[in-house]
Structures are given as C-alpha cells and as structure tokens.
C-alpha cells in the first residue's frame, strides 16, 4: 500500500506541555485519515517539526521512501517558515498544504491565552503558505475542519493524484514501432516527457516481441481463451482467429510483465511476423489497467495509464478513444468515438462480444475483437499535446450517452457523447486548443482532478466547459 506522510509544523518556544498536545492531536487525526483513506493510501505521521533540522529529515524520509506518493502538511501552532526552507528544497513529490484545526468550536467559555497558542492554525498556516508560494512549491490547499466530509473528500482526491503522479515518475513505456508516418499530434518530445512526467519511452523492435508470441504454447493459449469466454461472448466461426489474440496478449502480458512496462504502443504499419493487429489482446489488458495508445501514441499511451491509476478505486469507466465520426443533426448533436479495433471494455455498458471481421487498412488477416455499445453518464475527455515549447493538457466535460440507434454493421467498440456547452463551442474550443484525436474518457474523473494533476505536474491546462462561452474562441 501506498503511503501519505503527515507532517505537523510547530516550534520549541511553547513548551513541552504544549509540544505534548500537538503530538497527541496529530496521532489522533492521523488515526482518522486513516481510517477514512483506507483502501487508498496509508497515512504514516513524522516528528513534529519544531526546528529546521526535524523538517529536513521528514522531507528527506519522505522523499526517499519510494512507497511514499506524498505529504501532508498543517501548523497546529506557528511554525516559523523559514525553518521550512531546506526541507521543502528537498521534497519533489506532490504536496497538501492542509489547513485545518484540530478543535471544531472554539471553546468561548473557556478559551485563554494557552488554547489560542496551541490552536493557531489561522496563524501559523499563513506563514507556511507564504514561503510555499514564495518558494513556488507545486502544492494543493485544502481548508476547513479535517472531519468535515467534504474536506475529507478532497484529501482522499488528492492522494488519487499523488499515486497518479507516482505511477507516472515510475512509468516504462513499450513503443513498438514507430508513430505513424507523417502523423503530428500524437508525436511528441521524450526526452521532455521523462523530464516532466518521468515516463521511459523506449522503442522495441517488433520482433522481440514475436519472439515471444513464438514461445507461447497450446496451453497457453487455452487458459486465456478460457478467460475470454469466462468475460465476453463468443459471436464467431472463426476460432483461430481468437486464438491468434489470445496468442498475443501472453505474449504482451510475459513481454511487459518481465520488463517492468506499464504502458505500451503499436502500429498498423509496422506487423512484421504477426498476422492480425492486436485486437482483443489490448483491449484485454487495458482492462488491467495497462496502458495503451495506438499509431505510435506514447503520450497518451502513458497518459491513460497514468489516469487509470488516478481512477482506481472509484465508480466509472476510464480509458483510450478516438474521437471518429458526428451526427450533426441541429441541437442535438452527437459524436460517436471509437478506434480500428483498441476500446478498452471498461468502456462497455453490455457483456462485449467476439468477433472477427476484415480491417480496412494494414494489409492483414482479420482481427478479433471486442464489440459493445458505451456507458453512459457525466464524464470527461483529456488529451495532452506537444506545443513545442510545452506540453498541454486540454479536458472538455461531455455528457456519454445512450446510441440513438443500434449500429448493427459497425464492427467495432463505440461510446457516444454530447459536447459542452455545445457542440459549436465545445467541439471549436478543442480544436483551437489544438487537442488531439486520441483522448483518455472518464466517468470515473473530473476536470478537478485534471486540475490538480496539471498543477502539481506544472502543466498548462486548458478546460472546456459549460462556462465556456463564445467570447472565449474569439481571442
Ligand atoms: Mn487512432
């Protein structure tokens, strides 16, 4: 399990008695993060600081302690920030600056001079938040009483990201082949990549992943078809040709497994000794969270994996699509997203089928897939894009829903969504902001958690919106 540290700032000018209250308070809420954060993070307490020295070592612990994803920080007391200093030099991991009270009332009947000391949040948090902002330490401010659900809410959302932005500075990326020829959004600067978000993007020849698809047995092959008919329904004649699949995600499952990858891309392009695209073998395992982007996609083959973990936990579908095709019927349009074959079944609002049909480009024999209608519901579309001088993150709320008609001869995995505010704007204010056409959707976030990844990650990011307006495509 992941863990969140607490660090609780006061000073060695009030006191043992004093020093005592704020070590016990803090135990106590550390119990109750705990509590409430369980099946997310842990939440480990340190020495509370009272001198510059303590602060380094908790920031340094914290900061080398690689199942920690993050630190929380509240002055129960004031805690001169310059104290702060070396520590928060130290720390390069995602930072909660909670701004709370131990106590929920004051206590008017007997409140003296030693509870204002002890409890002086409203003091001493300015000053640490002065020397974060002085500093321009990436960091999240959550304010109100540490019990109050809402707040807790928003703990429990930032621990989301801080693992989110662990799984990304640990992120290895298999690309397999090359982006496709001539393409330009979804290429992208790598070695900018590891530097920001700490993803390992390195290419393998597709042949050292059919050396694998080689090794796979019969055997092999029938556990994983077994999978398969245990998950999905069996809508084909053409059995090889699910094999084939299932051949290949041993093969990727052994491959990534045995290389520490967490994310991979392929390319229609680029197939030599396999027969079919990868099909139903991606889509499989981005149901595991793996992640994947297609056409030499690493951004948001990196980008979806990163977000899948962001989502763990929640309720809600979230993974790769395609933005493909409209229906522009006056007032109630429509896009309908998908891809040649890659939609993660999360995605699925009925059990998916099998089935095995020709693919228009590439050359090759025909590909098992999965095939569904989408979920429905609030939701959210992400990309990233290479501004050259940046990365930039572009999130549009959209609403996914019911198709309007069953597509019987679409041969493919779909989900349908409604723009916000509109289509006119919506759809305008992506394609201004130069978002891409392959994009992570989720039921599961929400531009919120978007916002803090990007703050934390120091990323522009640009958000569409119901209060998106015309005026704001205009300059
Ligand atoms: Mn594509």
Same mark, same amino acid.
């Given at each position: 399990?992941?863990?969140?540290?607490?660090?609780?700032?006061?000073?060695?000018?009030?006191?043992?008695?004093?020093?005592?209250?704020?070590?016990?308070?803090?135990?106590?809420?550390?119990?109750?993060?705990?509590?409430?954060?369980?099946?997310?993070?842990?939440?480990?307490?340190?020495?509370?600081?009272?001198?510059?020295?303590?602060?380094?070592?908790?920031?340094?612990?914290?900061?080398?302690?690689?199942?920690?994803?993050?630190?929380?920080?509240?002055?129960?007391?004031?805690?001169?920030?310059?104290?702060?200093?070396?520590?928060?030099?130290?720390?390069?991991?995602?930072?909660?600056?909670?701004?709370?009270?131990?106590?929920?009332?004051?206590?008017? +009947?007997?409140?003296?001079?030693? &509870?204002?000391?002890?409890? #002086?949040?409203? @003091? %001493?948090? =300015?000053?640490?938040?002065? !020397?974060?902002?002085?500093?321009?330490?990436?960091?999240?401010?959550?304010?109100?009483?540490?019990?109050?659900?809402?707040?807790?809410?928003?703990?429990?959302?930032?621990?989301?990201?801080?693992?989110?932005?662990?799984?990304?500075?640990?992120?290895?990326?298999?690309?397999?082949?090359?982006?496709?020829?001539?393409?330009?959004?979804?290429?992208?600067?790598?070695?900018?990549?590891?530097?920001?978000?700490?993803?390992?993007?390195?290419?393998?020849?597709?042949?050292?992943?059919?050396?694998?698809?080689?090794?796979?047995?019969?055997?092999?092959?029938?556990?994983?078809?077994?999978?398969?008919?245990?998950?999905?329904?069996?809508?084909?004649?053409?059995?090889?040709?699910?094999?084939?699949?299932?051949?290949?995600?041993?093969?990727?499952?052994?491959?990534?497994? +045995?290389?520490?990858?967490?994310? &991979?891309?392929?390319?229609? #392009?680029?197939? @030599? %000794?396999? =027969?079919?695209?990868?099909? !139903?073998?991606?889509?499989?395992?981005?149901?595991?969270?793996?992640?994947?982007?297609?056409?030499?996609?690493?951004?948001?083959?990196?980008?979806?994996?990163?977000?899948?973990?962001?989502?763990?936990?929640?309720?809600?579908?979230?993974?790769?699509?395609?933005?493909?095709?409209?229906?522009?019927?006056?007032?109630?349009?429509?896009?309908?997203?998908?891809?040649?074959?890659?939609?993660?079944?999360?995605?699925?609002?009925?059990?998916?089928?099998?089935?095995?049909?020709?693919?228009?480009?590439?050359?090759?024999?025909?590909?098992?897939?999965?095939?569904?209608?989408?979920?429905?519901?609030?939701?959210?579309?992400?990309?990233?894009?290479?501004?050259?001088?940046?990365?930039?993150?572009?999130?549009?709320?959209?609403?996914?829903?019911?198709?309007?008609?069953?597509?019987?001869?679409?041969?493919?995995?779909?989900?349908?969504?409604?723009?916000?505010?509109?289509?006119?704007?919506?759809?305008?204010?992506?394609?201004?902001?130069?978002?891409?056409?392959?994009?992570?959707?989720?039921?599961?976030?929400?531009?919120?958690?978007?916002?803090?990844?990007?703050?934390?990650?120091?990323?522009?990011?640009?958000?569409?919106?119901?209060?998106?307006?015309?005026?704001?495509?205009?300059?």
């Amino acid at each position: 399990m992941k863990k969140l540290y607490f660090i609780v700032g006061s000073q060695d000018l009030y006191g043992e008695e004093c020093l005592k209250d704020v070590a016990n308070d803090a135990a106590q809420m550390t119990a109750f993060l705990n509590d409430k954060l369980s099946g997310n993070v842990e939440v480990e307490l340190l020495p509370t600081v009272e001198t510059s020295r303590i602060c380094t070592e908790n920031m340094r612990k914290a900061q080398c302690d690689d199942d920690c994803v993050g630190v929380i920080t509240w002055m129960h007391t004031f805690s001169p920030a310059k104290m702060w200093i070396k520590g928060l030099q130290e720390l390069r991991k995602p930072l909660l600056h909670l701004h709370t009270q131990a106590n929920e009332k004051l206590p008017y +009947d007997s409140i003296d001079m030693d &509870f204002m000391n002890l409890n #002086q949040s409203a @003091h %001493g948090d =300015r000053e640490y938040g002065f !020397i974060l902002a002085r500093m321009d330490v990436p960091h999240e401010v959550v304010a109100g009483y540490y019990k109050d659900e809402e707040v807790v809410e928003k703990i429990r959302r930032f621990a989301d990201v801080a693992r989110a932005v662990d799984c990304s500075r640990n992120l290895r990326v298999a690309a397999f082949g090359n982006n496709m020829r001539d393409v330009a959004v979804t290429d992208g600067d790598r070695v900018e990549s590891q530097i920001r978000y700490g993803w390992e993007v390195n290419y393998y020849a597709l042949g050292d992943l059919v050396d694998y698809v080689n090794q796979v047995t019969d055997a092999d092959i029938d556990a994983m078809m077994a999978e398969y008919t245990s998950r999905y329904d069996m809508d084909t004649d053409n059995v090889d040709a699910v094999r084939e699949q299932a051949k290949y995600e041993v093969a990727l499952r052994r491959f990534t497994k +045995d290389k520490g990858i967490g994310a &991979f891309t392929d390319t229609f #392009q680029d197939l @030599h %000794g396999l =027969r079919q695209l990868p099909g !139903i073998a991606v889509q499989d395992m981005m149901n595991d969270g793996m992640g994947f982007g297609p056409e030499g996609d690493y951004k948001i083959s990196a980008f979806s994996a990163v977000l899948m973990e962001m989502a763990k936990g929640r309720k809600g579908a979230t993974g790769f699509i395609e933005d493909y095709t409209y229906d522009l019927t006056k007032g109630a349009e429509l896009e309908l997203a998908s891809h040649m074959l890659e939609v993660p079944p999360s995605f699925a609002a009925n059990k998916p089928k099998i089935q095995v049909h020709p693919l228009g480009i590439g050359d090759k024999e025909d590909p098992a897939r999965l095939v569904f209608d989408g979920v429905t519901g609030d939701g959210i579309q992400v990309t990233m894009v290479d501004m050259g001088t940046h990365f930039r993150i572009i999130c549009a709320d959209i609403e996914l829903v019911k198709q309007p008609a069953p597509m019987p001869k679409l041969p493919v995995a779909r989900i349908m969504y409604r723009h916000k505010p509109n289509f006119e704007i919506g759809t305008a204010a992506w394609c201004y902001a130069g978002g891409a056409h392959h994009s992570v959707v989720s039921t599961a976030l929400t531009k919120t958690d978007i916002a803090m990844f990007a703050k934390l990650t120091d990323t522009e990011l640009i958000i569409i919106d119901e209060n998106t307006t015309e005026e704001d495509l205009m300059y």
